[in-house]
């Protein structure tokens, strides 16, 4: 049974930092792109980082690139995303999604069909 459990989010300051995490279960992650989305009240789901199965290609969109980081560990079987410079905006429910196959990190953010989805784990950016 796949399993995608995110975990790290929290109440945050503006500019402050968050490091969150992605656990993978029944996976084999080698042949698995991940991304990250988030989803705000109002608001409609997006992709904020996404990285195919081979680190070749990593997406970012512009409202998140420069701040956001995604990076993978493949022994582990976790997906991270650091974030930086956090911002009021930044806030949602953060989802992990596993893509198999080869598909490109641009191709996992803006696709709207995913193999495998977490339940997500909220940020939320305050004063």
């Known amino acids: 049974q796949v399993q995608l459990v995110e975990s790290g989010g929290d109440l945050v300051q503006p500019g402050g930092s968050l490091s969150l995490s992605c656990d993978a279960s029944?996976?084999?992650?080698?042949?698995?792109?991940f991304g990250w989305f988030r989803q705000a009240p109002g608001k409609e789901r997006e992709g904020v980082a996404c990285?195919?199965?081979?680190?070749?290609?990593?997406y970012y969109p512009d409202a998140v690139k420069g701040r956001f980081t995604i990076s993978r560990d493949n022994a582990k079987k976790t997906v991270y995303l650091q974030m930086n410079s956090l911002k009021p905006e930044d806030t949602g429910l953060y989802y992990c999604?596993?893509?198999?196959?080869?598909?490109?990190?641009?191709?996992?953010?803006?696709?709207?069909?995913?193999?495998?989805w977490g339940r997500g784990t909220q940020v939320t950016v305050s004063s």
């Open positions: 990285i195919d199965s081979s680190e070749g290609s990593i």
């Open positions: 999604v596993a893509d198999l196959g080869a598909a490109k990190g641009v191709e996992i953010c803006w696709g709207s069909s995913h193999n495998y």
């Open positions: 029944g996976l084999t992650v080698d042949d698995t792109g």
